[in-house]
């Protein structure tokens, strides 16, 4: 039996990088996935890949995690589909900009609605589900919200109040069986980054920084795990500290 057979997953973030790979680890263990994201067209084309690879279910969900009812929807959908929730991955994110000064209202509402108003309503709207089966969060934060950093700011911030917040979440539902995990890469390559220059997927050659499969092996590390579950794993760069002090 796989080990995850009999679970319904939903990752958000879903259409590339960290949450692509993600949907693929938890597919070869068993699970029955959701796949939440904007690009419709994208999830599609993942979902069948997935079914053929794995026989998986897969449900896929388009909507921007900023908006409160894509995350209430995107749970509501799973339910019925799959019949409960047992694992959710937090993983929408983006940076925006950089430098505080000069950074734009726009570029600043995008990182908080998106990175921490995502977080906050994908958690609440799939509490009730996860505590009923006893089930596991998994939230997607960095080495940013870990370390002062000397460009934007504003992205670790965001990044520190989901490590906070997720770290709480345990505190407050620990007892009622819930299990949460915070994963923390340093530069992953994946698309993230282009909308400010090249992606980190172009910036860094293989091999030379985390690929999104390591981080998807920490995810499912995390679902797989019993009444024990990890509560951080950070995965940097072998060299990430070389040059950080």
């Known amino acids: 039996m796989s080990t995850l057979e009999a679970t319904a997953a939903l990752i958000t973030g879903a259409s590339s990088g960290i949450g692509e790979a993600t949907a693929h680890a938890l597919a070869e263990r068993g699970a029955d996935l959701t ?108 080495f940013a919200g870990k370390f002062p950093r000397p460009f934007n700011p504003v992205y670790a911030a965001t990044k520190h109040w989901v490590r906070g917040f997720a770290h709480s979440v345990a505190a407050q539902y620990g007892d009622e069986g819930l299990a949460v995990s915070v994963i923390n890469p340093s530069e992953v390559r994946t698309e993230f980054g282009g909308e400010d220059g090249d992606p980190f997927e172009e910036r860094f050659e293989p091999g030379t920084v985390t690929e999104p499969a390591e981080i998807a092996a920490a995810v499912a590390f995390a679902a797989e795990s019993g009444p024990s579950s990890p509560q951080e794993i950070d995965l940097y760069r072998r060299d990430k500290f070389a040059d950080t002090f």
């Open 35 to 142: 796949l939440v994201a904007r690009r419709e067209e994208r999830l599609e084309s993942i979902a069948t890949d997935l079914r053929d690879r794995h026989g998986t279910e897969v449900l896929v969900h388009a909507g921007d995690v900023q908006e409160r009812s894509t995350s209430d929807a995107a749970v509501e959908a799973t339910v019925d589909r799959f019949g409960g929730v047992d694992v959710v991955v937090a993983n929408a994110g983006v940076g925006r900009g950089g430098d505080v000064a000069t950074m734009t209202d726009e570029e600043y509402r995008t990182m908080q609605e998106t990175n921490v108003d995502g977080t906050f309503y994908l958690t609440r709207a799939a509490l009730p589900e996860l505590v009923d089966a006893e089930g596991t969060l998994v939230v997607v934060g960095s």
